[in-house]
């Protein structure tokens, strides 16, 4: 199971233009994990610095690839496409765009930092992106915000005996979000909403959802359009405002990736995803080449293009997700090659969680793991760190 990231934003934004250049991966046939049907959904990679030449070892990665000591690790990228202003109220939230969202683990809100675009996605000048920002997370918080009154609703019918436990019924209303009891009790205690709901006026109500809304929905902001010269300002502008501290932020041409990587197929240029240079190896025309020197100005300013950044940030920066890599304390690994897998796990994920993420075999028979780089070993609620190394070992 991998990771689902959500691309979110208003029309004419950039949205098809990301998904487009993160997923268009010229990878060794073979490598793709999963294919699909759903044009709006496709394979994208996130990178980890491979674990394997610190024991001296050539990885052979069973899913995805590894470039130059770069493991590029497969997640899935959906374009949520038909988000449109006061989608909650009225017009309603299109069922495929609710069955997206629901599914997308962390959100990328792909904005348009030049400020062409209108609220509707209408050409115009001097947008301020921060009225798309507002609207997307205000549009989240009010279907929240609905789900949070079916949670109430439930709770005041029930039958709950002689306790009644407001967040057993929220995170049963709430379970598509993959949320649980502890978290929602959480949320309600740190918000100060408290655990009786019969207490919550409309204030406490909406900051609660939108508590629980940030919590399973977090969201990297993609400031696209950034190789526009009216990008910067605005892009200054709104990452210096505290009340946008919430949030992350990373400037992006979703052009310039989907440029680099049509030129790389072409084998006009060589470019490693999410690099911030590239080389020319092939023949470009006089256009072409001019077009190259501009993106290698722009890349060579950000530090790339942005893209794999945005969902690099989602995954490890807003989700706190870690990759691991299943090793033997003796640097081998099983007869099919070593260095085969990198998971990604949750935040705050143990030992204990990542061997019931093998299996739950494993998980049942778990003595301890062993740190492959310290020779160490680690207790079941040992929590772990991005890019460990671990063995397992077990009764069975
Ligand atoms: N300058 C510039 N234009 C972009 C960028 N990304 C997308 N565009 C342009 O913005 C327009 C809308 O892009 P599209 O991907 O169709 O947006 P969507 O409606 O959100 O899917 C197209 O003309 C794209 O070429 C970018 O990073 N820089
Ligand atoms: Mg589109």
């Given at each position: 199971m991998s990771y689902k990231i959500g691309l979110v934003g208003k029309p004419s934004?950039?949205?098809?233009?990301?998904?487009n250049a993160a997923t268009m991966n010229d990878v060794p046939e073979g490598a793709y994990p999963f294919t699909t049907i759903d044009p709006s959904v496709g394979e994208a990679y996130v990178r980890v610095e491979c674990a394997a030449p610190e024991f001296d070892e050539t990885c052979t990665p069973s899913v995805g690839y590894c470039d130059d000591g770069t493991r590029f690790v497969p997640v899935k990228l959906v374009d949520v496409a038909g988000l449109i202003p006061g989608a909650h109220e009225g017009k309603g939230l299109g069922n495929q765009f609710l069955t997206d969202l629901n599914e997308a683990d962390v959100l990328a809100h792909v904005v348009d930092f030049s400020g062409e675009t209108d609220l509707e996605g209408e050409p115009t000048e001097g947008h301020d992106p921060r009225e798309d920002i507002d609207f997307l997370e205000n549009e989240l918080d009010?279907?929240?915000?609905?789900?949070?009154?079916?949670?109430?609703?439930?709770?005041?019918?029930?039958?709950?005996?002689?306790?009644?436990?407001?967040?057993?019924?929220?995170?049963?209303?709430?379970?598509?979000f993959k949320t649980n009891k502890d978290e929602i009790k959480q949320i309600l205690l740190a918000t100060d909403a408290g655990l009786d709901p019969e207490e919550w006026d409309e204030e406490i109500k909406a900051r609660v959802a939108r508590e629980i809304r940030k919590r399973t929905k977090p969201i990297v902001i993609a400031a696209n359009k950034m190789d526009k010269p009216a990008a910067q300002e605005h892009y200054d502008s709104v990452t210096s405002d505290p009340d946008y501290e919430h949030l992350t932020f990373v400037p992006t041409s979703a052009h310039a990736e989907k440029a680099l990587k049509q030129a790389n197929e072409a084998d006009v240029v060589d470019y490693q995803p999410g690099a911030s240079n590239f080389e020319i190896v092939g023949d470009p025309s006089e256009e072409q080449a001019a077009g190259l020197e501009q993106i290698r100005e722009y890349v060579d300013d950000f530090d790339g293009t942005g893209v794999q950044d945005v969902l690099e940030s989602a995954l490890f920066d807003v989700m706190g997700a870690i990759a691991i890599f299943p090793g033997s304390a003796n640097g081998r690994a099983d007869s099919q090659g070593v260095f085969r897998d990198c998971f990604i796990l949750p935040e705050a994920s143990t030992t204990e969680d990542f061997a019931y993420h093998l299996h739950s075999d494993i998980g049942k028979g778990l003595l301890h793991g062993i740190d492959c780089r310290s020779n160490r070993q680690v207790g079941s609620d040992h929590e772990l760190d991005h890019r460990d190394v671990v063995e397992i070992v077990t009764t069975n």
């Open positions: 934004v950039g949205k098809s233009s990301f998904f009010m279907w929240y915000l609905d789900i949070l009154e079916k949670g109430l609703e439930r709770y005041r019918s029930g039958y709950h005996g002689e306790e009644k436990k407001i967040e057993e019924d929220l995170a049963e209303q709430m379970s598509a």
